[in-house]
């Protein structure tokens, strides 16, 4: 009982006198919140396993060169792959149960871009921390070689720069970027873009030597000197049709299509001085519904051309981007679907036309035609393989990039036991290891992004062997469980449509080889950006601080922090999380801790 | 009907055509709420649109709450006034009863709250009219209660609502008329920022819910201290005249209007008395001078303040009077009206008191016109009432009565029929 001296001396309402931190109500608890970032599904999703949420949250802060430098850990291409890449990161968002995915390859373009006008470089391999591995920088500067100047082996390049490594890059024609360059046309990826992103890994010190091709102009021995070697050459060879009538002028493989229409203005047979004019090729037919046959069809179109697509399934069956398909019928390109080619028609030598047959109807129908593309895949030139393994569909390779030994049921004997020494059937002591990735390699998808991530790959094996480090995880921290869109509390979204692309008018697309689309203004990437759900990434909402009904969560600089002294344990922080970034933990089972320093 | 004070500030003040509910967002503005919450309903609606409207265009810096009832909206600013801030909300009829207990809590806890009351009849049957009964269900919560006459008064009673609850560490309700005034226009002062400013400094608490320095607030109280609590909300509300008083006079000297706790009317030589209040006062007053006119010794006490009842004030003005009479748009059930109740308690131990007669008049909205009053004051002029010492010292006898039957009519003697045919009863016969 407490008494007081005079009326005067109580409060005049139900008031404690001491303070209430005595009662320590966390002792009710038999369960406990704990703040718990999971991974987003668009950074699963991703090959290259790009931070998706963390630089989305980073522009939605206005923070662009942060968001650009977190983006650039994981992809040394952002302008480029936010404009070629297939975004499987927008496929697995999980906005998209919501209204629509967020167009995260828009907002990836825009960082790329922001930081090419910017001219921003980036921090040099000296920082002490190397996020892109969590790992310290090689003390030792050693050297590595690269066959290839694609994606894979510029991404390869570039991780390895960003560990402090020496490299030299190896192309065998006289410009770099491999397919990037030559298999993809000026208006999904205009030439300064490519050469602004890889003139970067220049200015990191990476040599790229243009004009050596690997087999030819370089030997085995000549990359002896190296500590390892990373293979990405690439998949430049085109297969045959198999149809009479093939040989000869008027069919094109796809690949050499395009590179001629990449070729500097003026340069190619193809093209009259500007876009508009094909000289000689009215009416085009391209075979195969990949990218490339996309990439082709609209070029010629760009060309003067009328465009026919033969494909052997269905639209919906086409490799190729869907949003491709769309644009490329939009520019009026015709699709014959299920149809196969039977013979090429020519008269006096020229192509004059397709024989084809549908497979829906068993008809046979003859396409009038002056130029045939083809475009039904991709194999590797391994001609430059010692003992001529031309044969090879291509380069075994295990998850850290190494080169297997197809002859020993793919496993590597030791890490410098490798295809290239046993078909050779000698041992030369001095030999470096061999790595391979991209498009050469046997079990990486034929795509920009799978290519960067196999460069990147490559990188982390290499480190690991030289610097005979543990294996590290592909993607992502080890052991996340993936944030699925029942972990979310969408109460706290607003249905938002997703912010659109200026793109230039339809008669314009087609007079020339400017790209079509607009990237964001600041405005318009805050505005996509903030559509981001942050799935089962804490970004400092306030939710759980703000329902605490126990005020036992405070609020730091660090982030928040849960008085588990009083909390009771109720779950209404959990619940009430937006993003799926708390979760209950029973104690019991997990220790139990307290309930022991009660006990005693 | 307010008092124009000479010596008021000089200020260009606005002037708006405004509905009630409109004067009482203006007035909650002017005061610079921090929070509010609140729960529609008719006819108070409007307060709450024109608040929430006003929240979302920045033009008052307040966090409104929308909650899903009115029990919800006392329980979050009994939460927000713990912290220290000012706080508002309004209601009516049976959102004022679903109150009903954070009511209570509200005053028990001492926060200033402010809030508007509409008067408007209790159900069933349904009913959205005025009348006093919501209000005066809640006449021993501890919350201060005012009950004005104009849109002009709303508005600068809401701002003296703060002054006073402030400084008395006691909620208060200003309450309206149902469409009287709710859906009324007026033209309506608004007051200069500034001197709303300087007359209603910002809210410091002496007591506050911090989370960095953690109390229990409103915990278990044994009854060794229970009554002492009890026994200061009482003292702070007997002895509020001068606070509130001060608060008024105030008011006048800044804006140039005051209004009294309560408002004597033609009284000096008058014999009978109409007690009145909220908006049947403007009726009764063009009523008192056409009875003047006509020679009849007839005048009027306004009571502006119900809680806490200013018993003095009463007395002062009844002092001596031969007939008072009650207007009541409210019914006790079983007692009779309570303004009348009030006034008989108040006059009860005063020597020199005449009979109190109440009148009931108005429920669920029915108009009470000058013909109403008229009725009222010709009753109360001459009904014949026991005179003084007829008993003789014996006890009465109890009148024979019979129970009611439902669906009865009110027995002869009981009720009166005013002129134009409305009904008024005598709440309780003399």
New interface residues.
């Given amino acids: 009982m407490i008494h007081f001296s005079s009326r005067d001396k109580m409060p005049s309402f139900a008031l404690s006198l001491g303070t209430t931190l005595v009662n320590k109500t966390g002792t009710w608890r038999y369960v406990r919140p704990l703040y718990r970032n999971l991974l987003p599904p668009c950074q699963e999703g991703c090959p290259a396993g790009e931070p998706v949420q963390g630089y989305l949250d980073l522009v939605r802060r206005e923070a662009y060169r942060q968001a650009w430098e977190l983006l650039v850990q994981a992809n040394p291409f952002p302008a480029v792959c936010g404009r070629v890449c297939y975004h499987p990161c927008e496929t697995a968002c999980n906005r998209h149960f919501f209204d629509s995915s967020v167009k995260i390859h828009h907002l990836e373009r825009f960082l790329g871009d922001l930081a090419l006008e910017k001219g921003w470089e980036l921090p040099p391999p000296s920082a002490s921390k190397e996020a892109a591995f969590g790992k310290e920088i090689p003390g030792a500067s050693r050297e590595i070689a690269i066959v290839g100047s694609g994606p894979a082996g510029l991404s390869c390049a570039y991780f390895l720069a960003r560990l402090g490594y020496r490299l030299t890059v190896f192309e065998a024609l006289s410009a770099p970027g491999g397919m990037l360059a030559s298999g993809i046309p000026e208006y999904r990826l205009p030439k300064e873009v490519l050469s602004g992103e890889i003139s970067r890994l220049s200015l990191m010190g990476v040599k790229i030597v243009t004009g050596a091709r690997f087999g030819k102009d370089l030997s085995l021995e000549d990359l002896g000197r190296f500590q390892a070697v990373f293979l990405a050459p690439g998949a430049p060879l085109a297969p045959p049709l198999q149809i009479p009538g093939e040989e000869g002028e008027g069919v094109l493989s796809g690949l050499d299509f395009l590179d001629q229409v990449n070729l500097p203005r003026g340069a190619s047979p193809l093209q009259a001085p500007a876009a508009g004019s094909m000289p000689g090729h009215s009416q085009v037919l391209v075979i195969g519904g990949g990218n490339t046959a996309m990439d082709c069809a609209r070029s010629a179109r760009r060309l003067g051309a009328q465009v026919t697509v033969v494909y052997r399934k269905t639209r919906s069956q086409m490799p190729a981007i869907g949003e491709e398909v769309e644009d490329a019928l939009q520019e009026g390109v015709t699709l014959l679907e299920s149809t196969i080619p039977l013979r090429i028609l020519r008269e006096e030598g020229r192509v004059v036309a397709l024989e084809c047959k549908s497979l829906l109807t068993g008809e046979a129908s003859t396409l009038p035609a002056d130029l045939i593309v083809t475009a039904i895949g991709q194999s590797p030139d391994l001609s430059f393989l010692p003992g001529g393994a031309g044969s090879l569909k291509g380069l075994s390779i295990d998850q850290q990039g190494r080169v297997l030994d197809e002859d020993k049921g793919g496993a590597p004997r030791d890490p410098q036991g490798l295809l290239l020494e046993s078909r050779t059937g000698s041992r030369p002591g001095s030999r470096p290891p061999f790595f391979a990735g991209g498009d050469a390699a046997l079990s990486i998808p034929r795509r920009v992004v799978d290519a960067i991530a196999s460069g990147k790959r490559g990188a982390l094996g290499i480190y690991q062997l030289l610097e005979s480090r543990e294996s590290a995880s592909e993607s992502g921290p080890p052991g996340l469980t993936v944030a699925e869109y029942s972990f979310l509390n969408t109460v706290y979204f607003a249905k938002t449509p997703p912010t659109p692309l200026q793109r230039i008018a339809m008669e314009e697309r087609l007079k020339s080889f400017r790209e079509i689309e607009r990237g964001y203004a600041l405005q318009a990437a805050g505005q996509e950006a903030l559509r981001c759900f942050s799935c089962g990434v804490c970004n400092s909402c306030d939710n759980c601080w703000l329902f605490c009904p126990d005020t036992a969560i405070a609020r730091t600089p660090e982030g928040y922090v849960i008085a588990y002294d009083y909390c009771k344990g109720c779950g209404v922080c959990v619940r009430e999380c937006p993003r799926g970034a708390m979760t209950m933990e029973e104690e019991l089972n997990s220790g139990g801790a307290w309930l022991k320093e009660e006990m005693r | 009907m307010s008092h124009t004070t000479a010596e008021a500030k000089k200020s260009s003040p606005l002037k708006k055509v405004l509905m009630g509910n409109h004067a009482v967002s203006w007035g909650a503005r002017l005061c610079r709420v921090k929070v509010i919450s609140a729960y529609p309903i008719t006819p108070q609606t409007q307060v709450v649109e024109m608040l929430s409207e006003m929240c979302a265009k920045g033009e008052l810096d307040a966090k409104f709450i929308p909650v899903e009832s009115e029990h919800s909206a006392m329980a979050a600013l009994i939460g927000a006034a713990s912290t220290g801030v000012r706080t508002f909300t309004a209601t009516s009829s049976h959102g004022l009863l679903l109150m009903h207990e954070m009511i209570h809590w509200a005053a028990?806890?001492?926060l200033p709250i402010v809030m508007a009351e509409v008067n408007r009849a209790i159900g069933p049957g349904w009913n959205i009219w005025a009348d006093q009964g919501d209000s005066l269900s809640q006449r021993d919560t501890g919350w201060m209660q005012c009950y004005v006459e104009s849109n002009q008064e709303v508005l600068d009673t809401i701002i003296q609502g703060y002054k006073i609850a402030e400084t008395l560490?006691m909620p208060l309700m200003v309450v309206l008329d149902a469409f009287y005034l709710s859906h009324t226009y007026e033209p309506v002062e608004i007051p200069d920022q500034s001197l709303v400013d300087e007359y209603l400094p910002p809210y410091t608490p002496p007591?506050i819910l911090d989370?960095a320095?953690?109390?229990?607030?409103?915990?278990?109280?044994?009854p060794?201290?229970y009554m002492?609590?009890r026994?200061?909300m009482q003292e702070a509300l007997e002895r509020a005249r001068p606070v509130i008083e001060e608060a008024d006079g105030e008011f006048g000297k800044i804006f140039g209007r005051s209004y009294g706790l309560v408002e004597p009317y033609r009284l000096e030589d008058a014999e009978a008395v109409l007690v009145t209040s909220a908006t049947a006062t403007g009726t009764a007053r063009t009523v008192i001078d056409r009875f003047r006119n006509e020679g009849k010794k007839v005048g009027l006490l306004k009571i502006r303040l119900f809680r806490p009842f200013p018993t003095d004030l009463i007395r002062r003005y009844l002092h001596g009077k031969k007939r008072i009479g009650v207007l009541d748009r409210n019914i006790g059930f079983g007692a009779g009206g309570i303004f009348a109740q009030e006034v008989k308690a108040a006059l009860c131990n005063y020597p020199e008191r005449g009979p109190v007669l109440d009148y009931i008049a108005g429920l669920g909205g029915r108009d009470i016109t000058p013909a109403t009053i008229s009725a009222i004051l010709n009753d109360l002029l001459e009904r014949k009432l026991p005179s003084p010492g007829q008993l003789r010292g014996h006890p009465p006898e109890l009148p024979p009565q019979k129970p009611c039957k439902p669906g009865g009519v009110p027995p002869e003697g009981a009720g009166i029929v005013s002129p134009d045919g409305e009904m008024i009863w005598i709440g309780v016969r003399p």
Avoid: C, D, I, T
């Fill in positions: 028990g806890a001492r560490m007591q989370p320095h953690p109390h229990a607030f409103g915990g278990l109280v044994p060794e201290h002492e609590m026994y200061k």
